[in-house]
């Protein structure tokens, strides 16, 4: 078994030998020799961009850097079968130079055809392609009449206008029959072609423009990555425009970043005829999160792309209780229980070994911070690309626009200059995008605060009711009187000592709270 696994790896080696010398290869990738070491490839600043950024303004092409190595004629005849759109993916110039090509080689071959049939086949009849009844045509006047049948300019046959109609011509008939045919099919195609290759929504995608920089930030306890993207072309916006966001880290594997504005659970709709944000929250279910600040007793994903953010707004459960197996959205709402369990399984005698009187809290998380972050991207970061997705209203054509952040392209601590302000134009107020200030960053980090200070408000509602617990003591309690005569008591003991009622208050409580989130 030993020898025949050094044989594999042998023949291996040979085949990954032949194939780096056959073909061209990078320099960063020519010092790798075997493919599995690339799991162990920490240095991102090798690793080349997988979008690169060709065009002004630090935008891109939209093409992806991938090339396929050791292709074979079986990958060449995939392509084939769809030649139509490979040859739409060819430059312009090179695409109407093959056509022009293909169209004079055919006429070309049909000028042999009619050399070939007046100068061998006919030796009695004259079916009037020679310039006399004794001179068989030339390949050039062959190739002159084949050019005139395939743009049917109709000048005439070289010698007479009536031999064409003789008997004994059906195979110069049929030959011209045949060109003209091609000629009309070619046609249709050429109309259709350059239709498709003048009306490709492709070059629409120049005019969404993204901001150089990718900034990184923490608000509180929470981070997000955030970016600008504008179409430039703002007065004809676009149809159903969408943002996705994905993450190639250093094992050379790309990772989905959830969306938080614009929300990808709405389908991640955004509106770029003004500088519109693209928002990713940094959770413990994302990949920029390292992984040592992940909270307890958080449920596995499972191999899904989930955000904490739909866990504080009550649309699924994230942290699951290990006594009971009960789901919770966040931590503080699991600690609640917890204590209330305990008290009440206390009260009835249950063992603490099995009941929620033994759970043991588990300490705070450390706060992440900048630092943090910084080093987990710096260390496990290749290349962060956002797609924008749009449909032109002119041609109705779908298109992508694609923009690449690397290691150097990630700002952390900053935020973004205010790029739109209200001018005068032509004695009106207009808006007006300053493209000067579009790349531009400042210190100040404020935007995004009311947005987490929302988040953290919401986790907050969670504890509504507890923090005037005064005013639920056990002195407004009688216990002679049970049910809902005794809780009828209590709320109007509360209010004649100057005390709001429970639920009045639990509902007021959370609008104050939502009110200074707000402002």
């Known amino acids: 078994m030993q020898a025949l696994a050094m044989a594999k790896v042998r023949a291996r080696r040979r085949i990954i030998d032949s194939s780096s010398e056959a073909t061209t290869r990078t320099p960063a990738a020519r010092t790798i020799d075997d493919y599995d070491q690339w799991d162990t490839v920490c240095d991102t600043t090798t690793i080349p961009r997988m979008v690169d950024r060709d065009l002004n303004f630090h935008q891109s092409r939209n093409k992806m850097n991938i090339h396929n190595l050791n292709s074979n004629r079986y990958l060449w005849r995939l392509q084939l079968k769809d030649w139509f759109h490979t040859l739409l993916r060819l430059h312009a110039g090179v695409s109407v130079s093959v056509l022009l090509c293909l169209w004079t080689i055919i006429v070309a071959v049909f000028a042999a055809l009619y050399w070939y049939e007046d100068n061998v086949h006919y030796q009695i009849v004259d079916c009037g392609l020679g310039i006399t009844d004794t001179e068989s045509i030339s390949f050039s006047g062959a190739f002159a009449f084949s050019l005139e049948t395939a743009t049917t300019v109709g000048y005439g046959l070289p010698g007479t206008s009536t031999s064409f109609f003789q008997q004994g011509c059906s195979v110069i008939q049929v030959t011209i029959y045949f060109e003209m045919i091609w000629s009309m099919m070619f046609n249709a195609f050429l109309f259709s072609f350059f239709f498709s290759l003048?009306?490709?929504?492709?070059?629409?995608?120049?005019?969404?423009?993204?901001?150089?920089?990718?900034?990184?930030?923490?608000?509180?306890?929470?981070?997000?990555?955030?970016?600008?993207?504008y179409d430039i072309d703002s007065c004809h916006p676009l149809v159903e425009a969408h943002a996705r966001m994905y993450f190639l880290d250093h094992m050379l594997k790309m990772h989905p970043l959830r969306l938080m504005?614009?929300?990808?659970?709405?389908?991640?709709?955004?509106?770029p005829s003004v500088p519109a944000d693209i928002l990713h929250h940094?959770?413990?279910?994302?990949?920029?999160?390292?992984?040592k600040l992940k909270p307890p007793f958080v449920e596995s994903s499972h191999g899904?792309?989930?955000?904490?953010?739909?866990?504080?707004?009550?649309?699924?459960?994230?942290?699951?209780?290990?006594?009971?197996g009960e789901?919770?959205?966040?931590?503080?709402?699991?600690?609640?229980h917890v204590e209330y369990s305990s008290m009440i399984e206390a009260n009835e005698g249950y063992p603490p070994e099995k009941s929620h009187c033994g759970v043991v809290m588990p300490p705070e998380t450390e706060a992440i911070t900048l630092e943090d972050l910084q080093q987990h991207i710096e260390r496990t970061c290749s290349e962060i690309i956002v797609v924008v997705e749009a449909i032109d209203p002119q041609l109705s054509g779908s298109f992508?626009?694609?923009?690449?952040?690397?290691?150097?392209?990630?700002?952390?601590?900053?935020?973004?200059?205010?790029?739109?302000?209200?001018?005068?134009?032509?004695?009106?107020?207009?808006?007006?995008?300053?493209?000067?200030?579009?790349?531009?960053?400042?210190?100040?980090?404020?935007?995004?605060?009311?947005?987490?200070?929302?988040?953290?408000?919401?986790s907050r509602t969670s504890n509504v009711g507890v923090e005037r617990e005064d005013l639920l003591d056990t002195n407004h309690h009688d216990e002679?009187?049970?049910?809902?005569?005794?809780?009828?008591d209590d709320c109007e003991e509360l209010l004649e000592n100057g005390g709001e009622h429970p639920v009045r208050w639990s509902y007021d409580t959370f609008r104050r709270n939502w009110d200074d989130s707000i402002v």
């Open 480 to 488: 002679g009187r049970h049910g809902n005569e005794q809780q009828h």
């Open 198 to 229: 003048l009306s490709k929504s492709e070059f629409r995608s120049t005019q969404i423009i993204f901001t150089d920089k990718l900034l990184v930030n923490v608000e509180g306890n929470e981070a997000y990555a955030r970016l600008q993207c």
């Open 304 to 324: 899904m792309v989930l955000r904490s953010i739909d866990s504080y707004t009550g649309n699924r459960d994230d942290i699951i209780c290990p006594v009971c």
């Open 282 to 291: 940094i959770d413990h279910h994302s990949a920029l999160w390292p992984p």
């Open 261 to 271: 504005d614009p929300n990808d659970d709405l389908g991640g709709v955004l509106y």
């Open 327 to 336: 789901s919770y959205g966040t931590v503080a709402r699991w600690k609640k």
């Open 400 to 458: 992508q626009s694609l923009q690449s952040y690397k290691g150097k392209d990630i700002v952390f601590g900053k935020d973004f200059e205010k790029c739109v302000s209200i001018g005068q134009d032509r004695g009106r107020n207009v808006f007006h995008v300053d493209m000067h200030r579009f790349h531009s960053t400042t210190t100040t980090c404020n935007t995004m605060k009311h947005v987490f200070s929302s988040i953290r408000s919401s």
